[in-house]
């Protein structure tokens, strides 16, 4: 049985359900399973597989609304979830965008299955790789995660859609000589995309590079962050942009005309492209900045309705949630790729921050971040003191204006949501 077979009965439950009490609906079920390998030091494995499966309902009619949501693929948890919703109506606009705007931007095709097998040789090949690589750096843990996912929509007007999402995730846990232990991550779209020579050498690179020294002086500066840095700053970035409210001070923010971030949710670039948004309207691409400004933002259709913003920016973090505008699968374009030699020249006097050490912590209201990383202080575009843990501090508003250049070195990764990126440089930031 296919995963798309295996969300029918709920679909069917909750539509015929909804549809006896004459109010406008929406039907939404997920089937997500995911494989975990981990091996540590000694060799030895560990398996788990997980797996979420549920529906949700929208009601709308007469002025009210409504949202539930039941674990279960069977057609019992689909009226569980529909009577529910029906439970919850309260006085609310209208949430569901009409049958004409709902379709799909293309097919995605279904994702095969965990090879556990695929799995054990990639941890084996990475064991070997790291025993073999100059530095003394010790894999003390490798995890990979290899996940699918199969989404449904239905609505009482007759509209019907599918979606397959899939990818793979390595994290590596790495003790370098001297210094804090490391922690890598990897994301590619299947395992074979991830090189274990490859993985192993970059892994060993960035654990060698920061192992010793003292903090730096608190110091506004500029600086370099790796891919694995950026990243989580750029999620970070485009949900705190998700959560602005649409005025002008928004629309006067400056923007470095280096940026241009993008939600590509219809791909074929990024990790995580889907043929729709989370309310199923046709995925299209969001251009959040570029040009030197602010440009899309993220919408639901019941937001879009309050504030005249185009609707396409709908999320949904599981079944248990209805849908929320935020990011999908951002992708950091470099217009103007420029390679590490000349990125270290331009960076001049500043720091390289190589690899994060815990998550983006956000103030929302005043949109100020920080965020933990090894990193090396570079002078004259040479690398010359170490710093296992610096603390990297600014704003939302700091960061947009502050990018001077990107890199050639993109690489992608599964975070709150999926995010592609280069290396950025950035002026003016705070280190300490």
Known sequence: MSHTDRLLPALQGASEELARHGVRFEVFARLGESAHLVRDQDGALERRTTRELGVACRASGRGRAGFAAAAGGAARAGRQAALAALDALLPAPDPLPPRALLGSSGSALEHPAADPAAQEALTRELAEAFAAAPGRAVLVQVRVLTGTSTAALATGEGFHATA??????????????????????????????????EVTRRAVEAALLATTGGAPERQLTDVLLAPAVAAPLVVALAQHLAREPADDAWARIRVASAWHLVDERPGPTGLLPLPWDGEGLPARRLVLASGGRLRERFATWELSQRTGLPPGGAVRPSYRHPPVPGPANLVVLAETAVSQPELLRLLNAGFYLAVPAGPVR????????????????????????????????????????????????????????????PSLLVRRLEVA
Not at 178 to 184: D, I, N, Q, S
């Open 164 to 197: 397959h999402a899939g990818g793979s995730v390595v994290e590596l846990l790495v003790a370098p000589p001297e210094g804090p232990w490391r922690h890598f991550h990897f994301a590619a779209p299947t395992l074979a995309d991830l090189r274990p020579d």
């Open 362 to 421: 956000v103030e929302p209201v005043t949109g100020r971040f920080a965020l933990r990383a090894a990193a090396v202080a570079v002078r004259d575009g040479r690398p010359t003191t170490a710093h296992p843990l610096v603390e990297l501090r600014g704003s939302f508003p700091r960061l947009l204006r502050g990018l001077a250049a990107t890199g050639g070195d993109t690489e992608s990764f599964s975070l709150a949501g999926a995010v592609t990126t």
